[in-house]
């Protein structure tokens, strides 16, 4: 068997003892005699498989009891028409748009309301977080939404913005459990299980009590959506991911067993330290996010030429070192050194760095 360093943004890699232990338990799950796929999400094993993956995740992400955890489907683009269907009450919202998915997020919800983009960095080519400080949110805002961890650009937000009593709504898609976070500085956070958290198909929602309390905004919001009846429903509405719940509790267990998400930030930190440092001394390769802003979850860097990017993306793929391509929307390269990526994966990218690089100036 020859897995390889895995550096996709998303779907992406797991921890393999995550993998190993769910292969075991395929065609009987702990003697029930059937697989996790099989069982009716209306059964006990099943019930008991859902509780211990939300209090694990409560343990691990130290989630406050005012807060209720869901767990849906749709991914998180679902929820960029959840959010505003849920909590605009006054009809308005703002919007920091730092890249592509929080831009979808802002143009969704101008379909329910009035979206106010509070600030951009979209004239750079979001290769950075736009300085918080003098961010003011107008009087009569809903929630302020970020997208913390910008995937596609490699950025991040290092502090959160000041919001006051207006509720923080936090795609945290790509740095769920990447660090450790104060869920109470939120009013809402969500993230897209298959960057950092388990398969594609489960959004775990967190979202504070009071928020839920008079049920959705909009009347038209779809029943599936109304995150208040899913929350009285136990994320059981109608039949939730069943297989991909149990796997994000087994990786919930496997980012405690690490040590937590103290343990996750240091190594996460490490490992994008290491391909930060190798680009800031290349001749060849150049980072792309702005060095106050960039991201631990996702490194996007590039060469000077289409034709060299690819010669070294082919050559990774050759090592073993693969998903390394950036987003089709800004070309180059993206290292995701998600959870999962082991040091020595990140090890093995910056020796051939090194390698192409020297090979190209002999
Ligand atoms: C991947 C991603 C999305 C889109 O997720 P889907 O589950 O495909 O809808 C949204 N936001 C962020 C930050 C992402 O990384």
Known sequence: MARVYNFSAGPAALP???????ADEMLDYRG????????????????????DTESTLRRVLGIPDTYRVLFLQGGATLEFAGIPMNLMRNGRAGYLVTGNFARKAW??????????????????????????????VPEGEDYVYICQNNTIYGTMFHDLPETGDVPLVSDVSSCFLSCPMDVS?????????????????????????????DGPALTCCPTYLDYRLESEKGSMLNTPNTFGIYLCGKVFRWVEEQGGLAAM??????????????????ETFHGTARPGSRSIANVTFRTDSVATDAAFIAGAKERGLVGIKGHRLVGGMRASVYNAVPVEGVAALVSYMREFESGRSS
């Open 185 to 213: 500085r939120y009013g809402l956070v969500y993230a897209g299980a298959q960057k950092n958290a388990g398969p594609a198909g489960v959004t775990v929602v967190i979202v504070r009590d009071d928020l839920l309390a």
């Open 107 to 136: 143009q969704e919800a101008e379909k329910y309301g009035q979206a106010d983009v509070l600030a951009t960095s979209e004239d750079t080519d979001f290769d950075r977080i736009p300085d918080l400080d003098g961010l003011s």
């Open 16 to 22: 393999e003892g995550v993998l190993s232990e769910a």
């Open 32 to 51: 029930c005699g059937m697989s996790v796929l099989e069982m009716s999400h209306r059964s006990q094993d099943f019930q008991s498989i859902f509780d």
């Open 265 to 282: 930030g240091a190594v996460n930190a490490e490992k994008s330290g290491m391909l930060y440092d190798y680009l800031d001394a290349s």
